[in-house]
């Protein structure tokens, strides 16, 4: 039997993935997620019905600003905080004071309940938002910070708060930066999902700008292995690049799409939206020789997962709204 590992934001996208992988692997998990409403709650409580069946998995229903997070985090072998408020183009305006509270507060809040608590790793979530616009690749986990997003500003200084933490009290820490995951349950909000259910549903994809955009894009699967691996990690590092290996052009993905769904996409291109970067791609040679990071499932192949995941919930969403 493995330790007990608590997981932040554990009903989204890569949390329930996380947790699937954790209970397989022997783990006792207590998953913590508020259930906000950036998207369906109801959709996050599917994403984690798996888990819940597993007599290892405790679920607290909770905000983490509002938890008693040092009786929760006391005896646990690693927190992986996962919560954040998602998405760069909702993170301007009167939304920011939702990201500041999520992924800034939230993530000191995290940290003072470890201070206390001592000996307990923390791998936590960050995003290659924290670089911002460069033609400067790939990016580096050395190279200049500078975000063109609220969004990845939040990250970013979530990152500094775990930096400040570590050197002040000791908190042992490992920062993962994303590089644009997709795969099953990904966020509705998200390219790749947008482009799926409008196209299975006969709508039309909005693109962002021209569609020449690249990014290097991570399967689910992948961030896991990601986060499995900073468990275990007991080296000097504390930053690392996760990406997929697969650079390529949104057009290009549409493409692969077209192909997936055996039908041509009804495409509308739209202004570019504020806080989007031109250029992702990832340089993952430190997650490589330090955690032996190897992403393992292709753009296509990834695609087709996803592709087919959304042709079931599409199917079953369906078939609620006629019962």
Request: proline share 2%; aromatic share 10%; hydrophobic share 35%.
């Amino acid at each position: 039997m493995s330790g007990r590992v608590v997981v932040t934001g554990a009903a989204g996208f890569i949390g329930s993935h996380l947790c699937e992988r954790l209970l397989d692997e022997g783990f006792e998990v207590t998953a913590i997620d508020s259930f906000t409403d950036y998207y369906s709650p109801r959709r996050k409580r599917e994403h984690i019905g798996q888990a819940l069946g597993s007599s290892r998995f405790t679920l607290i229903e909770q905000d983490l600003n509002d938890c008693d997070l040092i009786s929760l985090f006391e005896g646990a072998e690693c927190v992986f905080h996962l919560a954040a408020q998602a998405g760069v183009r909702k993170s301007w305006g009167s939304e920011f004071s939702r990201y500041t509270k999520a992924n800034i507060l939230a993530t000191q809040s995290v940290l003072e309940a470890l201070k206390e608590v001592g000996r307990v790793r923390l791998v936590h979530s960050s995003s290659s938002s924290v670089y911002g616009e460069t033609t400067d690749l790939p990016m580096k986990e050395g190279h200049r910070l500078a975000p063109v997003s609220p969004y990845g500003a939040t990250k970013l200084s979530a990152e500094h708060l775990c930096e400040l933490y570590r050197v002040n009290f000791g908190v042992d820490y490992t920062s993962l930066r994303y590089f644009t995951v997709y795969g099953p349950r990904q966020r509705p909000d998200m390219a790749f999902s947008r482009f799926i259910t409008n196209a299975l549903e006969g709508n039309t994809i909005e693109v962002y700008g021209d569609g020449r955009q690249t990014r290097d894009f991570t399967f689910v699967s992948d961030a896991v292995e990601a986060n499995m691996l900073a468990l275990r990690y007991t080296g000097s590092e504390r930053i690392f690049n996760i990406g997929g290996g697969s650079r390529i052009s949104i057009l290009d993905v549409i493409r692969i799409m077209e192909k997936g769904i055996g039908t041509d996409f009804d495409v509308r291109f739209v202004e570019r939206a504020k806080g989007d970067v031109t250029d992702t791609w990832a340089e993952t040679t430190r997650a490589r020789e330090e955690l032996g990071f190897e992403p393992s499932v292709s753009i296509e192949t990834g695609i087709g997962e996803e592709i087919t995941w959304y042709r079931e919930h599409i199917e079953s969403d369906e078939g609620r709204e006629t019962e």
